[in-house]
């Protein structure tokens, strides 16, 4: 994990070729269009992406028909306090884990999981990976977060809470960060900053995720 000035972590995965994408999505593809070592006066870089490749947003476009686009996003849904609740549950996130942590109504969430135990982003793609359950969706919805972050490529999992996490979520006007890189992260407080790329009429867009632990911050236990 990359520390920057200020204790500021960088929390998001990193783009390369050969990285790890959601099946059926097209691949991250970096190419060298232009080349000093060719004899040119620069370098430039071609990029093959989805909106929705490596640390990414989800706008309510994505699954809501008239949802509003990233362009739409209100930027103190990404830029502030932010708390970081580690999750014991090894298959999802549930309901009944959540009530200990008494998450209030305008709070910007990130949750831990045993996806953070490893570099995933450049593993095969892991259809096991924890995820947010329909229940638990639907419990945040209730507790009114303005936004929720997670540590692998969708807040709905694969096999099953897909579809319903996303349209519980995205349909309350949740904000989603998706695809964060935790590895290093103790639960806590923290400040964050996460800015998608400024897309026009796009459901979602990649973006870069930043935190520092807030003043007086406690922190739990962490993986290693």
Known sequence: MLA??????????????????????????????????????????HLDMSAHTGTHMDAPLHFVRDGVSMDAMPLDAVVGPARVVAIDDPV??????????????????????????????DQPFDEDFVHISA?????????????VGVDYLSIGGYKTDGVECHQVMLGAGVWVIEGLRLNDIEPGDYELVCLPLHLMGAEGAPARAIIRPSHGAKHGVRYD
Request: hydrophobic share 40%; charged share 30%.
């Open 135 to 147: 229940d638990a969706a639907r419990y945040l919805v209730e507790r009114q977060v303005k936004t």
């Open 92 to 121: 999802a996130i549930q309901p009944s884990e959540l009530e200990k942590f008494d998450i209030r109504a305008g709070e910007r969430i990130i949750f831990k999981t045993r996806n953070a135990r490893r570099d995933w982003h």
């Open 4 to 45: 920057m000035q200020h204790d500021w972590i960088d929390i998001s995965t990193p783009l390369q070729n050969g990285m790890v994408h959601w099946p059926g999505d097209p691949a991250f593809v970096a190419t060298r269009k232009v080349d000093m070592a060719d004899g040119n006066v620069c370098n430039l870089t």
